[in-house]
């Protein structure tokens, strides 16, 4: 593994080797749109905070650079920008000479150029301006395959209870390629249409600020139970006391005030009156709408952020709630919300916004790198192979269940000699344990066998 971590790193060092290809050689700038020139105004160099004596230094002769501040830089990369600086532009109609791009050639010559550092700070402050992106989904849309991995994973690692009471995973309920598929009032073209869902969900977000993964973490999971894992977009049963005014969207709206209260704002679709409710089912843009809508009002990403999952569920459910029974659906929005931290790249540790707040701090010993180990988030599944359930090859250690994690943890702490195939049933009892083990170097602790200790089948 760390031989093939080690050639990765080496083809991306040789990738990079492009300087011999390039000396000497003609650079052709793309062809221009707009015919007509303008004239370049040097830059003020003012503007970013440099003194126009400062920009003939560079990092090697500049003292400014060799020695701390004794105060906070004015212009570090939290300060706001300056106020532009409105420049007059001389166009004039280009003559045949002017027309003629002049050739530019890269040097021969390994010249080090140099940025004042100021300089391209506060440069990039301008080019992101809408906030860091990186590989989680801050201020970065979602692409259709991005939305189908993260619904798929959500589904297949959330649970229901068959009529047998069988514990099975949601993808049985709904297949990996369906979508709305019980909402018979959308367009046909809508259902099973995951670029449709991407597309609206995307816009949706920008429009009411939902920009963080955390907010759209929490959204999603309450969306999940909202929408009955993606599939409808309204509330069941017709015996509500606020019938016609029963959940729908995204987000549910409920309750006749709220459907005044988004018809009342100026550019909003009509939904109060008649049956105008009915639109909220018919359109995946209203029901995004109405939903995101709801959220911004009652500010549900305040709670967002704070990753608080009782918050976000109770102001959307039930805002008077008090613990955790009085709000529909909280175990599986609890559910749904740590699977999708787990589909949002392993959120909050590789959140370019919030990973700062939970960083990856491990001691020494076995309980200490079986707990980093755990936080990789690797998937549930149950092996019934020996192999894959003892060795420690890539296949093996992909998934797995909890007996073979407390199995491997008693190989690392050195209880048994090799990791062992023991089920959880075998862990019910200190003797059936001790037996599946081959060791009596084990005692479960005080009133471990009582039925609320025994581990669930």
Known sequence: MKQEYLDALNTQKIDLMFWEELKGKTYTAPEQENKNITKQTPINLEAFGIPATQSQSNVFNDPGLTALPDEAIENDIHAPQPDPIEVEEETETPTESEDTIPERVFPSADDIFHFHPIAFINQMKLMFANGPTGECFCNKDFTTEDLKRIIRYVRYNTF??????????????????????????IPSSDQNNFDRLTEILNTSFEKRGITKCSHKIHYLANMYVETQYFSKLEEDGNNHRYMPYKGRGFIHITWDTNYIAYSDVPGHENIFGGTNYKKVTSSLELAADTGSWFWETNKVNEFAEKDDIFGTSKTINNPKATKTSQVNGYKMRRAAWIKFKEAFNNYPYNCVTDASKNPREYGEGVLEEMRKWADEHVQYTMESSTPLRTK??????????CSEFVCRYLHKLGITDTVKHVSTGDMVTQESFRTALGSNNIDHIDNSEKSDFMPQR
């Open 160 to 185: 229901y209870r068959d009529a047998k009471n069988r514990k099975q995973h949601i993808s049985l309920l709904h297949k990996d390629h369906q979508l709305f598929h019980a909402s018979n009032d």
């Open 392 to 401: 420690f090859d890539k296949a093996a250690l992909e998934k797995l269940d």
